[in-house]
């Protein structure tokens, strides 16, 4: 007979899981040292930001103000029923222009009821209407005032019965 050698299946190695455990356990150590670093103020501090002693800060007062207008109902034409528009705004106006634009408000609501006159049930239903309204009217007003009189049209009331 012939030798009876045993020879041994090869053994498959098993690939240690232990270096992807460290390396996820060392990224979550270092996230979170980060963040805390971030959020304690020990990288990106918040007082690099302040101005220094010397520099002179200005006023906390606002430089703007806050004209009304006076409401504005208009009715707006439709063939089955009379639907009126109420609508009520303030300019944002800076301080330094606030009497040059009380001067002209006569002529900026004769613009917004002109324009607010012209348009159509049909253009308010639309959920995106009142974005291009107050474009279409911020630059109405901006033209009636002057181009760096007014900053901005806000609407605080815009109510169709």
């Known amino acids: ?6 020879v041994d299946p090869p ?3 098993k690939s240690s899981k232990m270096p992807l455990i460290i390396g996820l356990v060392l990224l979550l150590a270092g996230g979170g040292g980060g963040f805390y670093a971030t959020w304690s103020g020990m990288i990106l501090n918040a007082e690099s930001a302040k101005p220094a002693p ?3 800060v200005e ?3 606002p430089k703007v103000v806050f004209v009304p207008l006076d409401p504005i109902t208009v ?3 439709q063939q089955s029923q009379q639907k009126h528009l109420r609508f009520r705004a303030e300019l944002e106006v800076p301080k330094e222009h606030a009497s040059e634009v009380e001067a002209v408000l006569p ?5 917004l009821n002109s324009y607010l006159r012209a348009i159509e049930l049909r253009d ?3 959920p995106s209407a009142l974005t ?3 474009a279409q009217m911020l630059r109405r007003v901006q033209v009636a005032t002057g181009r760096d009189h007014v900053n901005d049209l806000l609407i605080m009331e815009f109510v169709l019965n």
Request: glycine share 0%; no cysteine.
């Open 1 to 6: 007979m012939a030798d009876a050698t045993t």
């Open 11 to 13: 053994t498959e190695t």
């Open 54 to 56: 010397e520099e002179k």
């Open 59 to 61: 006023d906390a007062q």
């Open 75 to 77: 009715s707006l034409p």
């Open 107 to 111: 002529r900026v609501v004769d613009v």
């Open 124 to 126: 308010i239903q639309d």
């Open 132 to 134: 291009r309204l107050r």
